[in-house]
Nanobody
């Protein structure tokens, strides 16, 4: 399984960005997908996740501003980010947790930088 994220960049505060993460392999449909972020001087944190059944969960700091979705036909998840704040600046990582040959597997994408200027 390989994950490839795209869509990061520089945006002004109050603006929007959309991230996408495409997964290879055949375990995407049964996997929980997540977006994490890691800002300088802070611990990595879960931003949002979506289960195989489509249930989403968001960090309190992004509720109402970020929307995560998945397209099983394209093996892709998306993170729509609106009303961006400077504190959203971080490297964003795509994560997949699923079962591979019956064993729990955890995969990470290479990360994409999101910078919000104030």
């Amino acid at each position: 399984v390989q994950l490839q994220a795209s869509g990061g960049g520089l945006v002004q505060a109050g603006g929007s960005l959309a991230l996408s993460c495409a997964a290879s392999g055949n375990i995407f449909r049964t996997a929980t997908m997540g977006w994490y972020r890691h800002a300088p001087g802070k611990q990595r944190e879960l931003v949002a996740e979506v289960t195989s059944g489509g249930t989403t969960n968001y960090a309190d700091s992004v509720k109402g501003r970020f929307t995560m979705s998945r397209d099983n036909a394209k093996n892709t998840v998306y993170l729509q980010m609106t009303s961006l704040k400077s504190e959203d600046t971080a490297v964003y990582y795509c994560n997949l947790i699923g079962l591979r040959f019956g064993i729990r597997a955890n995969y990470w994408g290479p990360g994409t930088q999101v910078t919000v200027s104030s």
